[in-house]
């Protein structure tokens, strides 16, 4: 069973940095890998993906001020987020951005708040 664990989450204040780190527990270098969020209320939807030949996609909503990197040797994607704003909120989770799904993980709460 594949497992995802996300981390580096939490409180900040608008305009601030905050970067997320996700775990898989299996090679990840074959994968187009992407971050994910999802606001209350509101489904979840993918700000970022890179693909497995180091190609990077962003949403509008995100794009100049967060970067996804990847280390397939350590099976790690990564998520830079700069001048984080509050409707920047919402649990983010790492996966696939492929036909391939890995079991969802618990995400990381991430809030952007003064």
């Known amino acids: 069973q594949v497992q995802v664990v996300e981390s580096g989450g939490g409180l900040v204040q608008p305009g601030e940095s905050m970067r997320l780190s996700c775990e898989v527990s299996?090679?990840?270098?074959?994968?187009?890998m992407g971050w994910y969020r999802q606001a209350p209320g509101q489904q979840r939807d993918v700000v970022a993906r890179?693909?497995?030949?180091?190609?990077?996609i962003y949403a509008d909503s995100v794009k100049g001020r967060f970067t996804i990197s990847r280390d397939n040797a350590k099976n790690m994607v990564y998520l830079q987020m700069n001048s984080l704003k509050p409707e920047d909120t919402a649990v983010y989770y790492c996966?696939?951005?492929?036909?391939?799904?890995?079991?969802w993980g618990q995400g990381t709460q991430v809030t952007v708040s003064s």
């Open positions: 299996r090679r990840i270098g074959d994968y187009n």
């Open positions: 890179m693909t497995s030949a180091g190609i990077r």
């Open positions: 996966n696939t951005y492929s036909a391939t799904i890995f079991p």
